[in-house]
């Protein structure tokens, strides 16, 4: 059974993840993630001794796993890796859209403010990356694509991904998403079946 401390710890680091989204991490101080979660003004210290750093690297965690459970979901769900990748990024093209813009990936903003300010939350950041290159890259291996081309690809799939989530939250269209899909979509699938077709 969850414990209140156990709940009120989860939900101060789903009000930073989601203020991160929205105010950056330099923008988002600790009254306000107290304010959002509506916990006792002492519980970030309580639960988070180390204060702001250690409550981002939380959120950070939390949307590693966000992500990475996403990527499950659209393997599970799709016919091959590159319907899974196209599944993958369309539901993150619902979650950018649906909130006007304002949410994106929190890896990515904390890597960009903090990455050469933090080495524990450059780590965190880096950890969360690799929790979604690594289930991709195994999605392409089960697909034939050797080991060392499986990371790379994956690698860059995740990349562009990023990219395109910053883009479109500048430009306030999903254009840059779709043709994101699109392109990753087609560079899976034309290698999945160049392999197919040398076996």
Request: include cysteine; charged fraction near 20%.
């Given at each position: 059974?969850?414990?209140?401390g ?6 101060l ?9 929205t ?6 101080g600790?009254?306000?993630v107290i ?6 003004k002492g519980?970030?210290y309580?639960?988070?001794?180390d204060?702001?750093e ?6 950070v965690?939390?949307a590693g796993?966000e992500f990475?459970?996403?990527i499950?979901?659209a ?5 091959g890796a590159?319907?899974a990748a196209?599944a ?5 093209t619902t ?15 904390v ?8 080495e ?6 880096a950890t969360?990356f690799?929790?979604w290159?690594?289930?991709t890259?195994a999605l ?9 081309e499986?990371r790379s690809?994956a ?12 883009v479109s939250r500048?430009?306030?269209s999903?254009?840059?998403l779709?043709a994101?899909a699109?392109?990753v979509?087609e560079l ?7 392999i197919?077709?040398?076996?």
């Amino acid at each position: 059974m969850t414990s209140k401390g156990d709940l009120t710890k989860a939900r101060l680091a789903e009000s930073m993840l989601e203020l991160i989204q929205t105010s950056g991490y330099s923008g988002t101080g600790l009254n306000a993630v107290i304010e959002h979660a509506a916990a006792p003004k002492g519980s970030i210290y309580f639960h988070f001794p180390d204060g702001k750093e250690g409550l981002g690297v939380a959120a950070v965690e939390l949307a590693g796993k966000e992500f990475e459970t996403l990527i499950a979901e659209a393997a599970v769900s799709a016919g091959g890796a590159a319907e899974a990748a196209r599944a993958a990024i369309e539901a993150l093209t619902t979650i950018v859209s649906e909130s006007n813009f304002r949410l994106g990936c929190p890896v990515s903003v904390v890597t960009l403010e903090m990455g050469a300010e933090s080495e524990r939350l450059r780590q965190a950041c880096a950890t969360a990356f690799e929790s979604w290159i690594a289930p991709t890259a195994a999605l392409l291996e089960a697909s034939g694509v050797d080991a060392g081309e499986a990371r790379s690809l994956a690698t860059v799939v995740v990349s562009t991904i990023e990219g395109a989530v910053i883009v479109s939250r500048a430009m306030q269209s999903t254009q840059p998403l779709i043709a994101a899909a699109d392109v990753v979509a087609e560079l899976v699938n034309q290698r999945c079946q160049t392999i197919g077709s040398t076996r």
